[in-house]
Nanobody, 118 residues
């Protein structure tokens, strides 16, 4: 069975940092590009960051550039999102996604809540 399990969310003050993790099982992790999405109340789900299957290429939505870093450890089947200088507008449920375009495969995690508030 394919499983993507996010962890590391929580409540913190503006300016703080969190590191989200997504542990993946049941698929060939090193063949999948990985992404983090988020969805805030009343808004559409948006792509936050993506990383290629071997970790050499990354991309970010403009609003998080310079603050967030996506990385992966293929030996541990895990993708991370390091979030620094957090702002209230970063408050959302964060979701992990695995994608392999060659076979049109896509899988989603259940999400983890991040709340930034004073």
């Amino acid at each position: 069975q394919v499983q993507l399990v996010e962890s590391g969310g929580g409540l913190l003050q503006p300016g703080g940092s969190l590191r989200l993790s997504c542990a993946v099982s049941g698929l060939s992790f090193s063949r999948y590009a990985m992404s983090w999405y988020r969805q805030a109340p009343g808004k559409e789900r948006e792509l936050v960051a993506g990383i290629s299957s071997v970790g050499g290429i990354t991309n970010y939505v403009d609003s998080v550039k310079g603050r967030f870093t996506i990385s992966r450890d293929n030996a541990k089947n895990t993708v991370y999102l390091q979030m620094n200088s957090l702002k209230p507008e970063d408050t959302a449920v964060y979701y992990c996604k695995a994608h392999w375009a060659l076979i049109a495969a896509e899988y989603w995690g259940q999400g983890t809540q991040v709340t930034v508030s004073s």
